[in-house]
C-alpha cells in the first residue's frame, strides 16, 4: 500500500514537471536557464517574461513551512508589459503582475504570499470605474535591486524602487521607496538603516 502510495506521488511530481515545462514553452518565457519549479506554477504572459540563471520557484506548501496561499503568479497584462527576474533568485507562492515593468535582481528572496503589483487593477475613479472596471487603471514600474529580502505578505505597490540589500518586513506595505540596506516594516512602512560591517550585513540592536 505504501509503496503504491509512493508510485502514485512521485506519477503525480512528474506530471507537474512535464506540465510547468508546457507552460513555460507556451508562454514564451525567455529562460537563461531552466528554473527549479516545486509544483505548479500560473503564468498569464501577453507581454515579455524573462528569467534568469538558477531560479527557484516554490508553489505549495510542501515546499515551504510558511504555508503559501497560491501557486506562484507570474502575469504581464499587455504587450508592453514585462516582468525580469535576475540569477539566483528565489520566489515562494508571490503574485508578480505587470501592467508596466517589474525588476527583480540578482540573489533576491521573495517569500510567501508577496504580492508585486505595478497596476492598481481598477481606476480610482468611482466614474471610470462604473464606465469600464479596468481601463484607464493606472500602473508604474517597480524595481528591487539585488541581495533584497521581501518577507511573507508583504505587498510592494506601483512606482517602488527597493534597493541593494534591504530588507522588507512581513506584511509591510511598500508603497515608497526604500534605499539600500535599510529594514521596512508596518503599515503605514517605517524605514530603519541596517549597519554594515566588512562583508557582513547586520540589523543594528536599535531595531
Known amino acids: 500500500m505504501f509503496i503504491r502510495a509512493l508510485r502514485v506521488l512521485n506519477f503525480g511530481r512528474f506530471f507537474i514537471r512535464m506540465r510547468n ?8 518565457i525567455i529562460m537563461m ?14 507581454g515579455r517574461i524573462e528569467l534568469g540563471e538558477n531560479v527557484l520557484i516554490n508553489n505549495t506548501s ?6 503559501l496561499p497560491h ?19 528565489g520566489i515562494s507562492g508571490a503574485s508578480l503582475v505587470a501592467a508596466s515593468f517589474i ?5 533576491t528572496l521573495i517569500g510567501g504570499g508577496v ?4 497596476t492598481d ?8 470605474r462604473r464606465n469600464h472596471q479596468t481601463r484607464g487603471a493606472r500602473s508604474a514600474p517597480i524595481v528591487i535591486k539585488e541581495d533584497v529580502f521581501v518577507g511573507s505578505r508583504a505587498l510592494i505597490l506601483k512606482g517602488v524602487t527597493i534597493g541593494k540589500g534591504a530588507v522588507i518586513g512581513a506584511g509591510a506595505v511598500v508603497s515608497k521607496d ?13 524605514i530603519k538603516k541596517i549597519n554594515i560591517n566588512k562583508n557582513e550585513e547586520t540589523i543594528s540592536n536599535r531595531v
Open 21 to 28: 515545462d508546457v507552460i513555460l514553452r507556451k508562454e514564451g
Open 33 to 46: 536557464s531552466k528554473p527549479k519549479i516545486n509544483g505548479g506554477i500560473i503564468i498569464r504572459n501577453k
Open 62 to 67: 510542501e515546499y515551504n513551512p510558511v504555508g
Open 71 to 89: 501557486p506562484t503568479i507570474l502575469c504581464t497584462s499587455n504587450k508592453k508589459a514585462r516582468i525580469h527576474i535576475g540569477n539566483n533568485v
Open 103 to 107: 525588476s527583480i535582481g540578482d540573489r
Open 115 to 118: 504580492g508585486i503589483w505595478d
Open 121 to 128: 487593477f481598477h481606476p480610482l475613479n468611482s466614474i471610470e
Open 178 to 190: 526604500v534605499p539600500d540596506y535599510t529594514l521596512a516594516y508596518g503599515n503605514p512602512l517605517i
